[in-house]
């Protein structure tokens, strides 16, 4: 005659208290044998997860996110607009799982075996709200989703709900459940309406960018902390192109003329970098409303359907590394001696933190280069974005202070690249400093500037 099983709630109780363990931890915790393990976890049904088999054997229980479920498909949408099932995410108590829906990504069977997290996985963390429109989202959507108004604390839950309720337009390609699907598909059919004719748009981006600064959400979320919006702009081509439009201040002063010189250096460092075959984003600045304005062009987007998938430098450090690095050169060494770049990727990542460096741009964070993810490796870069010579940003109260631009020598781990990047930062303070569009005071100091490159290219090169 079979033994009682035990009380399933002692299982549960530990599950929910300790998250995912072994079997063997299991057993031993409960002082059952490995048969009435197994009896047990068949009573519980689907509430509790088999990981793996064998000894390597573990074990979750499913939790329901609020009232969304506890389990939703993961969706890509490819260069064409057509919907794929990538695979699946799961809630469990102590983290979450991805179960791909065919071959598994080269990223999981040596980093994520069994697809566990602790966290949401970190091609989730890479889409989650962030910068001047992710705080604009927070705003609108905390109250009707139960998350505080506060990005900085919103749990992995807030996160995930804002994914399933209104992630429709994530940057990349991702989109978490179906009704974020259906909202996707919707706005790519709606173009034809909320699309901007190109010809229209100096008369419609001042407009934009006043609600913007209202706090009012226009476009979805997009990283970085300068002021901005996100536009679909219908081509004479009849093209259709999303774009990121960045603007600096209509009242007349010194902050909003230096940020619309900024702005314009950040159009002109595009121009160098592919002048060098370094691919960059595509820019075109223009004046209205007494506004500046810098329109992007989204690489993570295919006409008005199509999108791609990206990570950020930081999010594929943090995956994949043991540790982070301390600059983009050094990430470019870490990230190819693991495998997760060629070579060629690594140079070119070196390349651009030279020609950043040489120009000023003192705000080159883990956000601000990155890769095209697929499931296989090596990642190759995304065209490069946000270069400029932010030394000279207005801080945080406004102040314009004098800051010293001391670009750093060519050191052995940038010896392959210094004296190009440095060729091209060379041609970028002299374009700065011709520029008619660039105000009298920032034109000297890209003279000077030029002037100090020049000094260190005679030294070392």
Known sequence: MARPLPDPNRLTL??????????????EELGISTPTMARLIGRLGASV????????VRYALRRPVRNLGSQWPIYRIGDGGRPRVWGELRAFHGGFRFVPTSTAPAWMGRDYPGG?????????QEVRPQGYLGRAIARDVASRLGAPADLRLWSDDDVLTYLLTDGGDLPGDLVVGDRALEHAIRAGEDFQTTGIADANRATVYPGRADAAQRGELVGSSAGGEQPKFLATVL???????????????????????????LLLCEHLAAEIMRSRQIQSVQTEVMDSGGRRFLEVERFDRIGNLGRR?????????DAFLSRPSSDWAVAA???????????EGARLLRWTWCFGDLIANSDMHRANASFWFGDDRPYQLTPFYDMLPMLYAPGAQGELAERPFAPRPP???VADVWNDAAAAGLAFWARVASDERVSDSFRAIATRNREGVQRLVERFV
């Open 309 to 317: 998938g990206l990570l950020s430098l930081g999010t594929v450090e």
């Open 116 to 124: 566990l997290f602790s966290g949401l996985p970190f091609f989730l």
């Open 14 to 27: 530990l599950l929910q208290a300790r998250g995912v363990l072994a079997g063997r931890d299991l057993t």
């Open 411 to 413: 050191f052995a781990a």
């Open 49 to 56: 997860e088999r990981i793996g088999a064998a000894r390597n």
């Open 333 to 343: 060494g870490m990230l190819q001696e693991e495998g997760w770049i060629s070579a």
């Open 235 to 261: 081509r004479p081509s009849g093209g259709v192109q999303s774009v990121l439009v960045k603007f600096s201040a209509a009242q007349p002063s010194p902050v909003s003329q230096r940020w619309a010189d």
